[in-house]
């Protein structure tokens, strides 16, 4: 009996901040369920749209192998988010793993609607995000230099000396 109390104390204080840390990133994984439904119904009309046989229980099967990706990378997140701490009172590390994964399935959800619309384009989602957020384009950044490299120069100097 007393073992059992060990071992059961031992596993609550392991497990703790780990349940802590999925409390706080449980909206992720009601987000995770609207993003696999999105993409479980899209993804059938862009196959009825290619003519392809529609199997429910692959469908399903697909669809229950990306919930338990997901809770796997929500354990990650969570596990990092725990172990570095958070900014704000929000576990920053964890929200980018789950903002990434999440871009990931809206990417997937996109193309198929695409696809379902008969719209033979790709979206690159990452640039989707850089216009809404209205990041400059890199060359935009760049300015002229006051100290311009001339190697011709560099070598009369080194002659010189």
Known sequence: MHERNIIGGFTAAVLAPFVEGWQQMLWFLILAVILIIGDLRFGIAASKKRGENIRPSRAVRRSLNKLVDYIC??????????????????????????????IIEMSSIIDNYLEYKGIKKKVNVIKLIARIFK????????????????????EVENEQN
């Open 73 to 102: 990378w929500l354990s990650i997140a969570t596990v990092v988010g725990v172990n570095f701490g958070s900014v704000f009172g929000l576990p920053l590390l964890s929200v980018i793993i789950m903002a990434v994964v999440c």
């Open 135 to 154: 990041r400059p384009d890199f060359e935009d950044v760049l300015e002229p230099s006051n100290n311009e490299f001339n190697p011709e120069e560099k």
